[in-house]
Nanobody, 117 residues
C-alpha cells in the first residue's frame, strides 16, 4: 500500500516563501510522475505543477516564475518551492503521484497554505 505524506504548509505573508514536501512510502518501483494540485475556497481543484521521474516539469500559468517543483527519486519525494506568494495562492495543496507498473493514482491528505496580504 502506498502512502503520500505532505509537510511544509502554513501561514506566510504576501511576498514570502514556503516549501512543501511530499514523501511516498510503500510498494513503489519508481516515480512515473508526481505533482501538486490545489483547491482554494469555493474553487475547483487545479494542477499547480508536475514533474516526471525523468525531471520534465510543467506549471500552471499562474505560478510560472514563482514556484519550482523538484524531486528526489531515491527518496520518492517531491518538493514545491513557493516564492513571491500571493493571497490568491491560499488553498489546500494536495500531492498527487503515479508510479511505474502501478495503475493507481495516489493523493496526499492535503496541507493548508494561507497567504496574508
Amino acid at each position: 500500500q502506498v502512502q503520500l505524506v505532505e509537510s511544509g504548509g502554513g501561514l506566510a505573508q504576501a511576498g514570502g516563501s514556503l516549501r512543501l514536501s511530499c514523501a511516498a512510502s510503500g510498494s513503489i518501483f519508481s516515480i512515473f510522475a508526481m505533482g501538486w494540485y490545489r483547491q482554494g475556497p469555493g474553487k475547483q481543484r487545479e494542477l499547480v505543477a508536475a514533474i516526471t521521474g525523468g525531471g520534465k516539469a510543467n506549471y500552471a500559468d499562474s505560478v510560472k516564475g514563482r514556484f519550482t517543483i523538484s524531486r528526489d527519486n531515491a527518496k520518492n519525494t517531491v518538493y514545491l518551492q513557493m516564492n513571491s506568494l500571493k493571497p490568491e495562492d491560499t488553498a489546500v495543496y494536495y500531492c498527487n503521484a503515479h508510479f511505474l507498473f502501478d495503475e493507481n493514482e495516489y493523493w496526499g491528505q492535503g496541507t493548508q497554505v494561507t497567504v496574508s496580504s
